[in-house]
C-alpha cells in the first residue's frame, strides 16, 4: 500500500450508515452465508445479512461480470429476412462489497481477456465498467489457499478501487481510486491515525506471514510443458467435472447456444469449461482434446502458459477453490510445485 | 500401524504378486493430511502406499466401468462402495469376474467442514487419527483432540450398512452399526410435511443456486452413461443456459434415472460446491423403490433391479396419487 494512499477509518458503528447509502446510489452486492457452507456474493437488501468476516466466499464475484448465462441478441424468422435484435448491455452502477484481494485480481485477469484486445467485449465491458470493487483485507486463510505463491498478498490492492481492514472497531479505508473516493465518501469517516495504520499495515504483514511462498511461480511457468508425464497422472484421477473452473475467479472459457421457438430465438453465451468431453468438440466429431490427459494439460497450461504468453500475466490468483473443492484432491499448488521443482 | 490399513496393504500385495488383478483401487495421502486421493496401485511393491482412516470419502467404484475389460481389478470399498460395485455388476457395467470387493468395515467418514469448526480454518493444520476414533489437530491454535463420530459427514451418520453387504476378501470385524441409521429418511419425512408449494419453493431456491458444473454426476458410480442426456447436442434435450428451469430439469432427471440404484454413497451431496442438499432427493425415490418394491439397491449382485426387470405384478400405483 503506497504512502501516498489515502487512509480513512469507518467506525463499525457507522457500517450500517454506509451499507443503506450505498445501496440508495448503487446496487450492492456483498458476501451472504446461504448455508453453514456456502457463502456467495449476492444483493444485499435492507434485510440481507452481509458476512463481512469469516473464510473467503465459495463463489466468487465473477458472476456478476461475467454471468454464466447471458443474452447476446435475439432473433425473429420474417418475410424478406431475418431480423436480429441486440440483447443491450447492463451498465447499473454497482459496488461489490468485501472482494479478497485474490478476487480482485482476478478481475483484472478478466479485464485482461474480455477488454485488452482490440475487441473490446462489450457485454463485459458494461458491467465491469459500472463495478466499483471494496475490498477486504484477507485475515484467516483458507486451507487452499496460495496467493502469496502466484505473486498476490492477504492485503494486495490490484483491482480494488478501497480496501478495508477490519480492526475490530473500526475499518481502516485505503482509497485506491475516485471510484473509491466517492464511495468512501458516502461513510461517516474519519482521518486515520497513526496507530490505526501501523494497527491495518501490522495485521497485513501477519496475514502474509502466515502465508509463505510454496513454490517460485516463474520456475513453475517456465517449465510447465506439453509432454510431461503429470497431465496423464492427474488424468487418471480426474473426474472430469466443472467444479475447479466453474468456482475459478479467472476461467472465462464460454460456448454459444441458440434457443429456437417456431418463429425465432434467442443466442446466449454461457460458462463452459476444458474439463467438459463435449469442450470445442466440433459439429463432425472430431474432438481436439480427446481425453482427458488433454484436458488436464489445457487448463494448467492455459493459466501458466498461454495467458502468460498473452497479456504477461498468470490467469491464477491462488484464490484456492479449485484444491479445495476438487472432489479427487487435485491440488494445482502440488502440479506447480512438481514443475518448479522440475520433477515432471 | 493400524490394523485396517496393514490388511488393506497386505490384500493388495497378494493380489497383485499372485497376478489375480491388474490393478488395486485405493486410497493414498492427499495433498493436506485431512484428505486422501483415489490411487491405482499396479505393482505389489507398491501397495504400502495404500491408507485407510476417516478421510478415504471417495466412492471408489466410479473407475470401475472405464478400466473394466483391461483385466481384473480391485477395489477398497467401505459399506457404500460395494453397494455401488453390486449395482455395476448387476447392470453389467462391469463382470463379477473382473471385480474384487476388498469390504472394509466403516465407522464414517470426517466431514472436513466441521473438523474446522465454526468460522475456523484448516490452514496449516496437523491432523493425525490414533486408529480408532480420536482425531488429533495441530495449529496456532494449539493442540487438540477431535471424536470422529462428533464430526461424521451426515451420509456417514445416518448409513445403514456401513459393513459391506456383499464382499470377496472381508477384513477386520463388523463395525458397528452407525448411530443415525434408524434416521436414513428422516431427512424425505421432515421434506414431506411440508406443503408442496413449500417444497417446490425450496427445490426451486436449489435450483437456482446450481452452477451446473455436474460435479455431483461425475463423482457418482451410477452415472456411467457415455452420453449424458444433459450433454446431447443432437436432440438437445436440455438447454446449456443456467436457469432454475433448466438445472431442475437436470437434478430431476438425474434423481429418476438414479431411482432403484442410488445406494445413498453421498457423494454427489459431498462434491456439490454450492451446498445442494441431494440426498434428500435420491432418497426420496428411494424410499418409494423400497415401499413399493421392497427393494435395497446394492445388495446382493444376482438380484433383479426394479426399473431393469419387469414382473406382470409389478405394482402399478396410481398417478393421480397424492403425495
Not at chain 2, 490452514?123 to 471424536?147: F, K, N
Request: proline share 6%; glycine share 8%.
Amino acid at each position: 500500500v503506497s504512502q501516498q494512499s489515502e487512509q480513512l477509518v469507518i467506525p463499525t458503528s457507522a457500517l450500517g450508515g454506509w451499507l443503506e447509502r450505498l445501496q440508495a446510489s448503487y446496487r450492492l452486492i456483498g458476501p451472504v452465508a446461504e448455508t453453514d457452507a456456502v457463502i456467495a456474493y449476492r444483493p444485499i437488501g435492507p434485510d440481507t445479512a452481509l458476512r463481512l468476516d469469516g473464510p473467503r466466499p465459495t463463489v466468487s464475484p465473477k458472476p456478476h461480470v461475467f454471468p454464466q448465462t447471458e443474452t447476446l441478441f435475439s432473433f425473429r424468422g420474417a418475410a424478406g429476412g431475418p431480423t436480429l435484435t441486440p440483447a443491450g448491455t447492463h451498465a447499473v452502477p454497482t459496488v461489490v462489497l468485501g472482494v479478497r484481494p485474490c478476487d480482485a485480481r482476478a478481475l483484472r485477469r478478466l479485464d485482461d481477456v474480455f477488454l485488452a484486445r482490440t475487441e473490446r467485449d462489450v457485454h463485459y465491458a458494461a458491467r465491469r465498467g459500472a463495478t466499483v470493487v471494496a475490498g477486504l483485507a484477507c485475515v484467516t486463510p483458507n486451507w487452499g489457499c496460495f496467493c502469496t505463491s502466484v505473486g498476490g498478498s492477504p492485503a494486495g490492492t490490484d483491482g480494488l478501487d478501497l480496501l478495508l481492514t477490519d480492526l475490530g472497531d473500526r475499518y481502516q479505508v485505503t482509497v485506491l481510486t475516485a471510484a473509491g473516493r466517492d464511495i468512501a465518501a458516502l461513510a461517516e469517516t474519519v482521518a486515520a491515525t497513526t496507530l490505526d495504520r501501523q494497527k491495518a499495515e501490522a495485521q497485513h504483514a501477519e496475514s502474509a506471514g502466515r502465508m509463505p511462498a510454496l513454490f517460485d511461480i516463474e520456475s513453475a511457468v517456465h517449465n510447465v510443458r506439453w509432454e510431461a508425464p503429470l497431465w496423464a497422472e492427474v488424468a487418471q484421477r480426474c473426474l472430469a467435472c466443472g467444479a475447479c473452473s466453474y468456482l475459478c475467479p479467472t476461467c472465462h472459457c464460454f460456448d454459444i447456444q441458440d434457443e429456437v421457438t417456431s418463429d425465432g430465438g434467442v443466442r446466449f453465451r454461457c460458462w463452459d469449461t476444458c474439463q467438459f468431453s463435449e469442450f470445442t468438440r466440433m459439429g463432425a466429431g472430431h474432438n481436439p482434446r480427446p481425453s482427458q490427459t488433454e484436458r488436464a494439460r489445457q487448463r494448467v497450461s492455459h493459466k501458466f502458459k498461454y495467458l502468460v504468453e498473452e497479456f504477461g500475466n498468470a490467469g491464477c490468483t491462488g484464490c484456492g477453490r479449485c484444491v479445495e473443492r476438487c472432489p479427487v484432491n487435485i491440488d494445482i499448488r502440488a502440479i506447480l510445485q512438481a514443475f518448479a521443482w522440475d520433477r515432471r | 500401524m493400524q490394523e485396517l490399513e496393514q490388511a488393506i496393504r497386505d490384500t493388495a500385495r497378494k493380489l497383485l504378486a499372485a497376478n489375480q488383478v491388474r490393478v488395486v483401487l485405493g486410497y493414498a495421502p492427499g495433498s493436506v493430511p485431512f484428505r486422501t486421493v483415489p490411487v491405482f496401485i499396479e505393482t505389489a511393491g507398491d501397495a504400502d502406499r495404500l491408507v485407510w482412516g476417516p478421510f478415504c470419502t471417495n466412492n471408489l467404484a466410479v473407475y470401475l466401468p472405464a478400466l473394466a475389460g483391461a483385466g481384473p481389478v480391485a477395489v477398497v470399498a467401505k459399506g457404500c462402495d460395494s453397494r455401488s460395485i453390486v449395482t455395476l455388476i448387476q447392470e453389467h457395467q462391469v463382470a463379477r469376474g473382473q471385480v474384487v470387493i476388498i469390504g472394509v468395515p466403516c465407522t464414517g467418514m470426517a466431514d472436513i467442514a466441521r473438523l474446522a469448526g465454526d468460522g475456523g480454518s484448516l490452514h496449516g493444520i496437523s491432523v493425525t487419527w490414533d486408529g480408532r476414533g480420536t482425531l488429533g489437530l495441530g495449529d496456532a491454535r494449539g493442540e487438540r483432540q477431535v471424536m470422529v463420530k462428533n464430526i461424521l459427514q451426515e451420509r456417514c451418520r445416518v448409513c445403514e450398512h456401513n459393513t459391506p453387504a456383499f464382499a470377496d476378501v472381508r477384513l477386520g470385524e463388523a463395525a458397528p452399526r452407525m448411530p443415525g441409521a434408524a434416521e436414513a429418511f428422516a431427512v424425505v419425512e421432515e421434506l414431506n410435511r411440508r406443503p408442496p408449494a413449500e417444497r417446490r419453493a425450496f427445490w426451486r431456491s436449489m435450483a437456482e443456486r446450481c452452477i451446473r458444473c455436474y460435479a455431483c454426476r461425475s463423482v457418482c458410480p451410477a452415472c456411467y452413461c457415455r452420453t449424458c442426456f444433459m450433454d446431447k447436442a443432437s436432440p438437445r434435450w436440455a438447454s446449456k443456459a443456467n436457469t432454475a428451469d433448466e438445472n431442475w430439469m437436470f437434478h430431476a432427471g438425474r434423481a429418476f434415472h438414479l431411482a432403484g440404484r442410488c445406494v445413498e454413497c453421498g457423494e454427489c451431496e459431498r462434491a456439490c460446491p454450492m451446498g445442494i442438499p441431494l440426498s434428500a432427493l435420491n432418497r426420496m425415490l428411494d424410499q418409494d423403490v423400497r415401499a413399493r418394491f421392497g427393494y435395497t439397491a446394492g445388495l446382493e449382485p444376482d438380484g433383479a433391479a426394479p426399473l431393469g426387470s419387469f414382473q406382470p405384478d409389478d405394482p402399478d400405483p396410481d398417478c393421480s396419487e397424492e403425495r
